[in-house]
Nanobody
Framework: QVQLVESGGGLVQAGGSLRLSCAASGRTFSSYRMGWFRQAPGKEREFVATISWSNSITYYTDSVKGRFTISRDNAKNTVYLQMNSLKPDDTAVYYC???????????????????WGQGTQVTVSS
């Protein structure tokens, strides 16, 4: 079992930055692939980024490549999402998610993640 708690959301002007954090409970944090998803009003939840247990492999959705960076600190049981050059289209509730590293299925699908945080609101004003 993994419990996830996000923090770091807020209101920022376009071009600004935010860093989201996701604190995980449990002693086997390194056994999970971590991901960030987001959901804007009236839209489906979409993949943002994911990271392997070793920090060595990351994937991003095209719209955030070069602007967002996912990282994790296994010693602190925490995963981060550094968001730079924010745009109004980035406005959404951001969710942290976890799935066992042994689980099959697309990294990009929210259906393959077993554990979710409560979400944190990110609002980017123009």
């Amino acid at each position: 079992q993994v419990q996830l708690v996000e923090s770091g959301g807020g209101l920022v002007q376009a071009g600004g930055s935010l860093r989201l954090s996701c604190a995980a409970s449990g002693r086997t944090f390194s056994s999970y692939r971590m991901g960030w998803f987001r959901q804007a009003p009236g839209k489906e939840r979409e993949f943002v980024a994911t990271i392997s247990w070793s920090n060595s492999i990351t994937y991003y959705t095209d719209s955030v490549k070069g602007r967002f960076t996912i990282s994790r600190d296994n010693a602190k049981n925490t995963v981060y999402l550094q968001m730079n050059s924010l745009k109004p289209d980035d406005t959404a509730v951001y969710y942290c998610a976890a799935r066992p590293i042994t689980k099959n299925g697309s990294y990009y699908s929210s259906k393959t993640y077993d554990y979710w945080g409560q979400g944190t609101q990110v609002t980017v004003s123009s």
